[in-house]
């Protein structure tokens, strides 16, 4: 039986993709990764099977509940989220990868460690991480070295406050440019619309409210 997330699941979930987005770009840009090399960016917020579209969210934004839904629920979504091309870059196919596809997956996949996730163990440090990714990339060179040299210069710069974002009226930027910051917060109020449209979300949360 499928499982359908809360209204409160949802919304947070909203404010979970678009600050992982914001983490990643606020690197992105420390490391001078031009958006012309993926054009799925703003990060996870734009293209098919981005984190705003319902066949996504529909089964990630079940992250907190029970280990057991995530492979009938949050798996197949999770799945069709990787087929942007930033995923396939680093999952797949990273011997076609770029220096810079490689940065972002590196870059992406270390700000996912940073954040709480649960189905990942939570939240943890740098060092955490670096044991992490080197387990999970140790057979492939490429992205060992990507994941060795990002973590190496994120930890050097002042990390972003991502915790002072706590609800969807509270989406300040946290350091980034203020056109892609402008494009995030665009591409959140247009998903807040389409699950309006769509029945997903009451009226009770007006996206009108969310202003830059």
């Not at 494009?183 to 959140?188: C, D, E, H, N, S």
Request: aromatic letters at 10%; hydrophobic letters at 35%.
């Amino acid at each position: 039986m499928e499982k359908i997330p809360s209204e409160a699941e949802i919304l947070d979930w909203l404010v979970q993709t678009t600050k992982h987005s914001m983490h990643v770009e606020y690197f992105l840009e420390k490391f001078d990764v031009n958006p012309v090399v993926d054009l799925e960016r703003p990060h996870d917020t734009v293209g098919p099977y981005n984190k705003f579209e319902w066949p996504v969210i529909k089964g990630l934004a079940l992250k907190d509940r029970s280990v057991e839904n995530f492979f009938f629920h949050i798996e197949p979504s999770l799945k069709l989220h990787r087929k942007q091309l930033h995923h396939r870059m680093w999952n797949g196919e990273h011997y076609l990868a770029t220096p810079e596809n490689l940065t972002i997956g590196a870059v992406d996949a270390i700000c996912s460690q940073l954040e709480n996730r649960d189905y990942q163990g939570g939240k943890h440090t740098y060092d955490e991480i670096n044991e992490i990714l080197f387990k999970t990339n140790k057979q492939y060179p490429r992205k060992l070295i990507a994941t060795i040299e990002a973590i190496a210069e994120m930890r050097k710069l002042t990390q972003p406050d991502l915790e002072s974002i706590t609800d969807l009226y509270n989406i300040h930027n946290i350091g980034i440019n203020n056109k892609t910051y402008q494009k995030i917060i665009f591409r959140l109020n247009e998903a807040l619309q389409n699950l309006y449209a769509e029945n997903h979300l009451t009226n009770k949360y007006h996206p009108q409210l969310i202003t830059t």
